[in-house]
């Protein structure tokens, strides 16, 4: 039965619904995979979580390697002779072009594959990690933060999108939970290695160790990653009454693999038994209703190496089309809000590395710098249960809501959540600054880093969530075009990721003299009522976001099929 409830881009059934009631915890699968067994919608759970094992450890290495300087700035700028300044400024190159390249690694892994990207990435930031250790001046110093900031871009916009292609909306809270722990235990563990390294054997050798877990994690890349691209094409099913039929319709309008080059389901469809074929109903965006048992749950076949992706026929259009799509989406208002408030997450990263060698260096803790590189243990253990319990507790509320919603999902529920966000984040802002300032025990400044580390990943899962929510299922009408490649490239993503590094560029320029030269006391002040202004912009969103989606997706149509 059509339901004018679900003409909103974000707004889903995910439950089965009796009247006006629900009446079932069945949960619909949401996106609907297609009859392919290679369909990576249909791997086994177990298959699934290899993947994102893999992926997930390159966000931890490739985030510990740019991180990995930080607790040593203070002793760095001795021995180098770069100001404080010129090294803060380069790590807001460094993001800067994470952004930037973003717009061109994304439509690059959508053209020639996702896994190629990502072993490349990782090879190439251990290459230019080895540049660092033979940096004379400040030109350089940039240079290689550019260039790494290239490299390292797939683990900012791309990893997210890979989630997407493995996993149920409704499974998707701990993936991007971990994922969120991810950036930011990477860059916590950097400055706590390095730290201890530093004390023991000097600088360089942590460019070495770092370099070395580099090269170690592209090898587990080639071995144990699998592409995810793959293009799924349904069409709208008659009403069929005999289930043979049924199942052979479907079979016909199932999904190719692309750019993997896979047989397509129509290939190897008929070789699934009818066993699979069940009485449950599935109701899909209204287009069509399955009656098999998906997913197929198929296994890892094992380390296949030597197996890269088939580029796609159209690829030189679809990374045109992705780029052009990123710039035009910053008109949506869900996705400039999205990169504001990522942009605000990076900037409590950012605050926490910046400060931390600066102030517990100093008088009056005189810490040592393997001292100060264990002070981040607080932002780490603090994003530990965000990655577990955040994620589920996201998963659960959003399907709490739906139920009291008659089985409906908005983009909107999750942000219920955000209220942590709000609260934590000015008490955190004045711990670090107040802390100091009246030379109150350190402890006071690191368990302030600890609370916006909280709410920095716990804020990111939540943001990121919510603009695949709002925006992911929308596909071009012509399912063959290079637009729908594009579409799965996440423009709307990317665009947030930009506008997030642009916002951390231009505070890279603002840290130091808003922190040390205006006094740590009007930091904390001013930072927290800053941020906790633009934090409070998610009401806006609670009250007109699903009209705004609503409003954006002629538009947002227009784009995608450009």
Known sequence: MYDDRLDVPGTAR??????????????????????????????????????????????????????????????????????????????????????????????????????????????????????????????????????????????????????TDVFFMHE?????????????????????????????????????LSTGLTVISGFVLVFFLEESSFIRRTTAISSLTNPEDQYEGVVAHGGDVNPAGSASSSEVGKNIKMDNIEAGVYNVNRQYIQKVSLPLNTKWHGPRFWKFSKPHPQAQAIIIKTVFQCFMVLRLPAVIWCGVTLGVFQAFYNFVSALASGVLAEDPYNMSTSAVGLTFLSSLIAAIPVAFLGGPLADWYGLYCAKRNHGISEAEHKLHLW???????????????????????????VLGCGIINFVGTFGTLLAVNYIFDCFHEMHPDNPDSPSAAAQD????????????????????????????????????????????????????MLIYGKRMRKSGEGYYKKIINW
């Open 172 to 208: 998707r809270g701990l993936p991007m939970g971990i994922y969120a722990l991810a950036i930011y235990a990477g860059g916590c563990m950097g400055p706590i290695l390095s730290g201890q390294v530093y004390d023991a054997m000097g600088w360089k050798p942590i460019i070495w």
């Open 419 to 445: 209220l942590i966000c709000v609260i934590l984040t000015p008490i955190g802002l004045l711990m670090m600054g107040l802390g100091p300032y009246y030379s109150s025990h350190w402890i006071i400044f």
């Open 14 to 163: 995910v439950f089965d619904e009796s009247g006006e009631i629900v009446q079932t915890d069945h949960v619909n699968l949401y996106p609907m995979p297609s009859l392919d067994p290679e369909d990576p919608l249909n791997w086994s759970k177990g298959r699934k979580w290899i993947f994102l094992s893999c992926i997930i450890w390159y966000q931890f290495v490739v985030n510990l390697q740019a991180a990995v300087l930080y607790a040593i700035y203070v002793p760095l700028s001795d021995e180098t002779g770069l100001t404080l300044d010129q090294l803060n400024a380069g790590t807001g190159y460094l993001y800067l072009f994470i952004g930037i390249s973003a717009i061109i690694s994304q439509p690059l892994a959508l053209g020639y594959g996702k896994r190629p990207i990502y072993i490349i990435s990782t090879f190439a930031c251990a290459l230019l990690n080895v540049w660092t250790a033979y940096i004379p001046s400040n030109s350089q110093w940039i240079g290689s933060r550019l260039l790494l900031g290239f490299f390292l871009s797939p683990a900012y916009a791309l990893i997210q999108v890979s989630i």
């Open 489 to 540: 490239a996440a423009p709307y993503l990317l665009s947030a990721v930009l506008i997030c590094m642009v916002f951390s560029f231009a505070l890279s320029y603002a840290i130091t003299p808003w922190c040390f030269e205006w006094g740590l006391r009007n930091f904390g002040i001013s930072s927290a009522i800053i941020f906790t202004f633009i934090l409070c912009s998610t009401g806006l």
